[in-house]
């Protein structure tokens, strides 16, 4: 698998952020995502980018995860919503290719880097979501950037 460093600009995401138990996951996805694209388009803006998922901390059984689009314009978040700047600057990224639930051997491999070429992560990282089930129905050609800005 190959990792890249890149370097962010900063983003705006529009996004629903909760605590969600991990198995309710992709139904929050589903919920918050509908949600960010009509509160978008009351608004006459599209999507600035994929669908993306910030996690704040490391999940457990639950995650802290804000669920949305990146946005430019001036958007305003309506009750429920939330506006939130990504971190810019240093970051690590790949894009995994498969089904999300096969995700986890590619965190394990981007840990085992960043410890070995001595790179701190933010406490906060995301994936982004290319292609998924709404534009691609073979979940082994599914394609996710996970990014971690760096320390």
Same mark, same amino acid.
């Given at each position: ?7 962010l ?7 629903i ?5 991990m198995?309710? &996951? ?6 918050s ?7 978008l ?5 599209? /999507?600035?980018?994929p669908?993306?998922?910030?996690y704040h901390g490391? /999940? #457990?059984s639950?995650?802290?995860? #804000?669920?949305?689009?990146p946005v430019?314009g001036p958007a305003v978040?309506?009750?429920g &919503?939330?506006?939130s700047?990504? /971190?810019?600057?240093?970051a690590v990224?790949t !894009?995994? !290719?498969g089904?999300y639930?096969?995700m986890?051997? #590619?965190y394990d ?5 960043m410890?070995a070429?001595n ?6 990282m995301?994936?982004e979501? &290319?292609t998924?089930?709404?534009t691609? /129905?073979n979940?082994?050609?599914?394609? #996710?950037r996970?990014?971690?800005p &760096? !320390?």
């Amino acid at each position: 698998m190959q990792f890249d460093r890149i370097d962010l600009e900063p983003r705006t995401m529009m996004g629903i952020r909760e605590i969600v138990v991990m198995a309710d &996951l992709t139904a929050f996805y589903e919920r918050s995502f509908t949600r960010v694209v009509a509160a978008l388009a009351e608004q006459h803006l599209a /999507p600035a980018g994929p669908a993306t998922a910030v996690y704040h901390g490391m /999940p #457990t059984s639950t995650v802290d995860v #804000t669920a949305g689009f990146p946005v430019t314009g001036p958007a305003v978040a309506p009750d429920g &919503l939330v506006l939130s700047t990504l /971190p810019d600057g240093a970051a690590v990224a790949t !894009v995994y !290719v498969g089904p999300y639930d096969g995700m986890t051997r #590619t965190y394990d491999e981007i840990a085992t880097w960043m410890q070995a070429n001595n790179l701190t992560p933010h406490t906060e990282m995301w994936e982004e979501f &290319l292609t998924g089930p709404q534009t691609d /129905p073979n979940p082994a050609t599914w394609q #996710t950037r996970i990014v971690f800005p &760096l !320390v």
